[in-house]
């Protein structure tokens, strides 16, 4: 059968009715869909892929370009004069006449348009209006706080998750299955501001053994994690128990498949049929959806990063915001969409390398 | 019936019981500030103490459990209304150009983080419950056409919707007499699922000032007006946390007790 | 064993050596960033608070209590007519790049703040400005088209401050000043660092180096401050903590009074506000006390009319506008509402307006008034209300001081348009004795507060929150400013 887009679309949604269980249907439906299903075996092989390959990347272009469009038309409906805002209530008319023009407002929309994607290719984020500073110094000055914070609350959410979910799945329906379907219930309802709130009061106000947020730099590495740390837990929390929940399920079905049952039939005890054939399998659709929490994490920071008032992405698409600052919103948006859109293609990309069961057309 | 989906389902009731008991009774006057009585302690006036306005705590998470689930319900009713045709009309031209296109679609809201667009629609429409319930909703929208177009494929395959065509019915029809009411069951456990998403969604929304604006009560606002009064009167803080936490517990316990329910296939442990 | 003693003896001679020499170093922090740091381009407060007085300076400046007094003019001679001001300069005062500070620096910044192209949000203070001529390196000459009573106050302000042509390119990022502090860098979202100007004229800093922080969120802000993450917090947002911090021997809690009268701004030329009755029934349908007690936990001083109440020209016309809503209800049937009406309530970002706001449209709401609420950001607060004079009630501090000018240019926002008041304006301009501007400005206030032009609510107060061993911190706000000059550690 050749590969086609389509017949992916099919076999996914299969897989999407068969694992995805309640709250992560969501996560599920995502990661299923990208799934690869590449075919075909033997020398014909390697034109499927580069076909494949190319046809992904077609597919990445053509998400970028629509995306750019829906941002920079959004983003240019947003009532609200920068000029205004920026000089202040008693400003006169004539003083708002020159920035304006200073900011290129008198343009036609679509040359601001097209000078702006021509910009963001050359690398060029074109000049915030507030600060004004070039819009790529305010990214790489910003990105050093969200990337850690987001990387640091994936590890914290995979270390916490993986045994949880290994755990309950292999001792499931006795106690310590329920406790830990108990507890990732709770973390998923919690909502991640209120435990944020109920941290800083407990470890930062009362037991100060954290600071109550802000980030000192990295001139002191280890200051430097501290800092991230209270916003990581409040960030990996709800994220473990979706995770936990779905390493759980997807090492269930693992485990109900034929070839555990041919494993333990061969004489492996239950533990190493768990370790050797389950786990490496269930792995699987589980690191997808780490390779799309990367891209969660670093959009959902915006409330964290507000309540540990840390200087990151999140915080600068807030303040760009309020303060009309249209240059800074569209790159900052801009550049965390391409990121999803990234991760998405390498995790298809890596996917097709990984998975030999899915090579193999039946 | 497993304990989950009855806990679940005592749970969701009460917070549902109280936004509807309140369009008939509430202890107080919410819209009425009463400054001198602010920050009581709960007492025997005030079951659940006073706010920093002087406002009944019982009455402002009664009005407040009214908002949250108008917003949660009105949003989940966006993905139901838009999506599920969406994704109808996509498995029956399975293979088409259209249904890549809708795919593609849902692929790019995926892409999209959330948050700032809900930030960025509020910011164009000014931020209000309505403007939060489509922000919400357009994100429900790709989930439930997603599930839809998955539910719905394999049915195409089906013998009796093989003879459905035979007999020489329209692709609307079908979908609609025949596919739609198999696949009702998962459509209402998305749903329950959904709703818990869109009542933590609305909080979130509110916390930053983007939701239902005073005097309309909301969850998340009082969480955020309680912020600074935590080590005051904790009582402001802790207990719309605790019933956020509390509803979206029992809707999600409610949601996989359905599930279970409705599919009898459970898989085993074979090892 | 010996070991041991040896470390411990080190350790504790270590430590009585730190603490025998005070701190030298400072961390405040202030809830605004600056969006850039050139305070004679843009508006934002926030740009004045870190660099009026530490970096930059001008012919004159206000102290912590007010007064204006000699700044880079060490005197100055006003001609008879008062329309001549020629400033003698203090010698030897060197920019923070070496370049020295002369009359023609002066000339440059006047010139350029009241140029065609500037972009100077108080251009209005250098209006009357006709010709800067420089007499010699250490002497200005200032001509205005006619005497005006303010115009050292004017040259007080941040946005009059003096700059370099050499490095006024780059002053946004790289600001060269004249103050006891120098600018050293600037982590946008996160904090400003200052050291300390060792070429500096005047009498040099006690400390060595300052850092500012950019706090906005009220309860990271409590945090912070509980945390001891920051030493000093200039304009404390959240009122309710301070008793708090009061109690906590840790601590001190300076409250002083700022220029910010907080009205209830009300757009004259809307209807139903076009009619005098119906301001009036607004006026008294506000329990101010309420207001004070509920949005600002009690922080804040009543006001009757637009102005400071610790002005000495302050009159106290509070009574015109006493919290009675039977007579709100009565002057509502005389107007023709005895149903009442509806309008709304847009309000800006600050937690006294937002609410206050929740606070006032409840008690309009007694009286038969229905206040729709939105909430703002700034820019659309300018854009809907400032601009557009698309609104009925707003709430809105007036931090300028001796702004009661606004009252008599019909184009501002809450656009009145009284004769009587814009020819007393015109006349204060011109009277510099100060009995004589008394009575005028008496009149002014009178004038303003029995037409019921905004509902006048009260004097937005200023918290500042340190550790209890700081010391010389401004209590009050005559400007915005946080003054490190003078500001050190006890020992």
Not at chain 1, 61 to 70: K, N, P, T
Not at chain 3, 442 to 454: F, K, L, P
């Amino acid at each position: 059968m050749i590969f086609t887009y389509r017949n992916r679309h099919n076999i996914i949604d299969k897989a999407v009715l068969n694992i995805c269980s309640s709250q992560e249907t969501t996560i599920h439906i995502w990661c299923c869909f990208y799934r690869l299903n590449a075919c075909a075996i033997g020398p014909v092989r390697f034109f499927k892929v580069i076909r494949y390959t190319l046809g992904r990347l077609l597919s990445l272009i053509i998400s970028l370009v629509i995306a750019s469009l829906v941002i920079f038309s959004v983003i240019e409906i947003i009532p609200g004069d920068p000029a205004s805002f920026m000089l202040g209530i008693n400003a006169r008319e004539d003083t708002l006449a020159a920035l304006r023009s200073e900011m290129g407002l008198d343009q036609p929309l679509v040359v601001r348009y097209f000078d702006w994607v021509i910009g963001l290719l050359q690398g060029d984020f074109g000049n915030s209006w507030t600060y004004k500073t070039p819009v790529s110094e305010l990214i790489s000055d910003r990105i050093w706080v969200s990337l850690p914070l987001a990387i640091y609350a994936l590890i914290l959410s995979t270390l916490i998750a993986f045994p949880a979910g290994i755990l309950a799945a292999s001792r499931r329906g006795g106690a310590s299955d329920v406790t830990i379907m108990g507890a990732t219930q709770m973390g998923v309802a919690i909502p991640n501001f209120w435990f944020a709130m109920i941290m800083v009061l407990i470890f930062a106000i009362h037991l100060r053994w954290f600071s109550a947020g802000g980030f000192p730099g990295w001139s002191n590495p280890l200051q430097g994690i501290k800092s991230l740390t209270l916003p990581a837990i409040s960030l990996a929390l709800p994220q473990a128990a979706i995770l936990a929940r779905i390493m759980r399920s997807s090492l269930l079905d693992m485990l109900s498949e034929d070839f555990i049952r041919t494993a333990r039939a061969k004489g492996l005890t239950r533990g190493q049929a768990l370790w050797r054939h389950a786990v490496r399998n269930a792995l699987i659709p589980v690191l997808t959806i780490i390779g799309l929490q990367f891209s969660f994490l670093l959009a959902g920071g915006i409330i964290i990063e507000q309540i540990f008032f840390l200087p990151g992405l999140g915080r600068l698409i807030f303040q760009a915001i309020s303060a009309r600052d249209l240059i800074v919103v569209e790159s900052v948006v801009m550049l965390l969409v391409f990121t999803v859109i990234i991760v998405n293609f390498a995790v298809d990309i890596a996917y097709a390398a990984v998975d030999p069961r899915l090579r193999i057309k039946a | 019936m497993k304990p989950g989906l009855i806990i679940g389902s005592f749970l969701s009731i009460i917070f549902i019981g109280l936004a509807f008991f309140s369009f008939i009774w509430i202890p107080y006057d919410i819209e009425a500030l009463e400054i001198s009585n602010k920050l009581k302690n709960p007492n025997l006036n005030h079951w659940l103490g006073t706010d920093h306005f002087g406002r009944d705590i019982l009455s402002m998470i009664m009005m407040g459990a009214r908002t949250s689930i108008a917003v949660a319900l009105l949003a989940v009713g966006i993905g139901v209304v838009i999506g599920v045709p969406l994704g109808l009309f996509s498995a029956a031209r399975r293979g088409s150009f259209i249904d890549e296109v809708i795919m593609r679609g849902n692929d790019l809201i995926f892409a999209f983080p959330s948050l700032v667009i809900a930030i960025l629609i509020t910011a164009v429409f000014g931020p209000s419950a309505v403007n939060a319930i489509v922000a919400i909703g357009i994100f429900n929208i790709p989930v439930f056409a997603r599930l839809t177009r998955a539910a719905a494929l394999p049915l195409w395959e089906r013998d009796f919707i093989l003879s459905a065509r035979v007999c020489g019915k329209s692709e609307v029809r079908i979908s609609i007499e025949h596919i739609l009411p198999n696949i009702t069951n998962l459509m209402i456990v998305q749903g329950t699922i959904q709703f818990s998403l869109g009542i933590l969604a609305e909080a979130s929304l509110s916390y930053i000032g983007l939701g239902a604006q005073p005097p309309t009560a909301s969850w998340g606002r009082m969480l955020a007006d309680a912020q600074t009064l935590v080590s005051i009167a904790p009582h402001v803080a802790l207990v719309p946390g605790l019933a956020i936490l509390l509803m979206v517990l029992g809707l999600n316990l409610m949601g996989d007790g359905l599930r279970d329910l409705f599919d009898p296939r459970i898989k085993g442990d074979r090892t | 064993m010996k070991n041991s003693v040896f470390t411990a003896t080190v350790t504790a001679v270590a430590l009585l050596a730190s603490m025998a020499s005070a701190q030298t170093d400072i961390t405040v922090a202030i809830q605004l960033e600056p969006p850039n740091l050139d305070p004679t381009g843009g508006a934002a407060q926030a740009i004045d608070s870190v660099l009026y007085s530490n970096v930059f300076e001008g012919l004159t400046r206000f102290e912590g209590d007010g007064a204006v007094v000699p700044g880079l003019a060490k005197s100055w001679d006003i001609s008879n007519d008062g329309t001549v001001y020629t400033f003698n300069l203090n010698s030897g005062v060197l920019f923070h790049d070496g370049t020295s500070m002369d009359a023609e620096d002066v000339k440059f910044s006047l010139d350029r703040a009241r140029s065609e192209e500037s972009t100077n949000a108080q251009k209005g203070l250098f209006s009357g400005i006709t010709d800067v001529a420089v007499m010699n390196s250490t002497t200005v000459k200032v001509t205005l088209d006619q005497p005006n009573g303010s115009f050292l106050f004017n040259m007080a302000w941040g946005d009059a401050v003096i700059v370099a042509p050499e490095s006024i390119d780059d002053i946004a990022s790289n600001p060269i000043g004249t103050g006891a502090f120098a600018f050293s860098d600037w982590v946008q979202g996160d904090r400003l660092e200052l050291v300390r100007n060792d070429s500096y004229w005047g009498t040099a800093a006690v400390l060595e180096s300052a850092t500012f922080r950019f706090i906005s969120d009220p309860t990271a802000a409590f945090a912070a401050v509980m945390a001891e993450d920051v030493d000093v917090f200039v304009g404390f947002p959240a009122p309710e903590n301070l008793p708090q911090f009061e109690a906590d021997g840790r601590f001190q809690v300076l409250v002083g009074n700022t220029e910010g009268e907080t009205i209830l701004s009300t757009n004259n030329k809307m209807p139903p506000f076009d009619n005098l009755l119906v301001r009036k029934a607004v006026a008294h349908a506000i329990d101010r006390q309420a207001i004070i007690d509920g949005a600002m936990f009690g922080y804040g001083t009543p006001i009757g009319t637009h102005f400071a109440p610790h002005n000495p020209d302050y009159v106290d016309l509070i009574g015109n506008s006493s919290y009675d809503p039977a007579k709100a209800k009565a002057l509502l049937v005389e107007a023709g509402f005895p149903e009442g009406f509806s309008t709304t309530l847009k309000l800006p970002p600050p937690s006294y307006a937002r609410r206050g706001g929740e606070i006032i449209a409840s008690q309009l709401r007694q009286v038969g008034i229905t206040a729709e609420i939105s909430n703002l950001e700034w820019s659309q607060w300018i854009e809907e209300v400032f601009k557009a004079k698309d609104f009925g009630l707003s709430i809105v501090s007036h931090t300028e001081p001796m702004d009661i000018g606004i009252y008599a240019n019909p184009e501002y926002y809450f656009q009145y348009d009284n004769a009587v008041f814009q020819a007393l304006m015109i006349e204060l301009e011109a009277t510099t004795d100060p009995a004589g501007r008394s009575a005028l400005l008496a009149e002014a206030q009178t004038i303003i507060s029995e037409d019921y032009v905004n509902g006048y609510l009260f004097e937005l107060a200023v918290a500042t929150v340190a550790k209890a061993d700081v010391r010389g911190l401004w209590v009050n706000q005559p400007t915005a400013a946080v003054d490190l000059t003078v500001v050190s550690w006890a020992d």
